[in-house]
């Protein structure tokens, strides 16, 4: 595998494991094809149920995949008998601790700031958890690649 190839893969990987939302569309691809307008109000209803929770399971969901993303990688590696899909793991917990730390850093440096500031910003990004959520739902459910 190329650095390119890696690289995308371990995007793949991060963004898989952080948001679960993007599995189970691509598992119900099927389905989403045979009746499209319920999958899409199911789309948003989930969107909306989940983005605003996502300020909660975001963070969680990126300090668990440091210590989850290793073990898998260890798991997948014992069962395969290879280290082909080592750096792209490693490059996924890489990401998970970039992540975890922008994380903590806003998290010290909103307690620095005004009350009505962190709470325009809770709503901020409550909106564009559900935005972000109804958009990864979107395109693994009905993606190109698929069609």
């Known amino acids: 595998m190329n650095c390119r190839e890696v690289c995308k893969?371990?995007?793949?990987?991060?963004?898989?494991?952080?948001?679960?939302?993007?599995?189970v569309a691509r598992h119900c691809q099927d389905?989403?094809?045979?009746?499209?307008?319920?999958?899409?109000?199911?789309?948003?209803?989930?969107?909306?149920i989940f983005g605003t929770i996502k300020i909660i399971t975001f963070p969680l969901a990126t300090f668990s995949a440091m210590g989850l993303l290793p073990l898998t990688c260890a798991v997948?590696?014992?069962?395969?008998?290879?280290?082909?899909?080592f750096l792209a793991y490693l490059g996924a917990w890489f990401i998970s601790l970039l992540v975890s730390a922008l994380i903590i850093s806003a998290i010290f440096g909103l307690v620095m700031i005004a009350p009505e500031a962190v709470f325009f910003m809770i709503g901020v990004c409550g909106a564009a958890g559900a935005s972000a959520t109804?958009?990864?739902?979107?395109?693994?459910?009905?993606?190109?690649?698929?069609l």
């Open 76 to 85: 997948k590696g014992i069962s395969s008998r290879s280290c082909a899909h």
């Open 9 to 23: 893969k371990s995007a793949q990987i991060y963004f898989d494991c952080t948001f679960p939302e993007r599995v």
């Open 31 to 48: 389905k989403a094809k045979l009746y499209p307008k319920t999958a899409m109000a199911i789309e948003v209803f989930v969107a909306v």
């Open 134 to 146: 109804l958009l990864n739902i979107h395109r693994e459910l009905f993606s190109l690649r698929s």
